[in-house]
């Protein structure tokens, strides 16, 4: 399924769905210092040519305004789902067989960056990764054995 959402995200998700959520989540402005939060404000009326009719579509945004009609959310910015689905695709990439240098051109990463994300997951059982000089722990021989 996923990382879990911030719980003013899944109140937003168990509305109109966790893709459309996370979808009208990155579509929002980010707010405050540090830019961890998004505001949004959900009329009680909607109009036609309302940013999230245009967002969402009309039975999505109608949605919204009858569960929330008349609040102003402020929201996660779900940065969490978004590193989780990151990292899952840098290991299917490496398990794939590209190389950690095309890896980090394709995601726009540093190599050091995917290094750290190959490091941080846990082999599976019976399976050996190689990732080079800086390699997991798990990758040498045992000495005593």
Known sequence: MGAALPQSVQEIADVIGRERALYLVGQLPRCGKRARRVVLYVPQQLSSDHMLVELLGWEDAKALAAAFGGMILQLGTCRNVLRHYRNQTVVRMYEDGMNIGDIADTIQMTKRSV?????????????????????????????FG
């Open 115 to 143: 290094h750290n994300i190959l490091w941080a997951m846990e082999p599976k059982e019976g399976y050996q990764r190689d990732i080079g000089k800086a390699g997991p722990a798990w990758k040498q021989i045992d000495l």
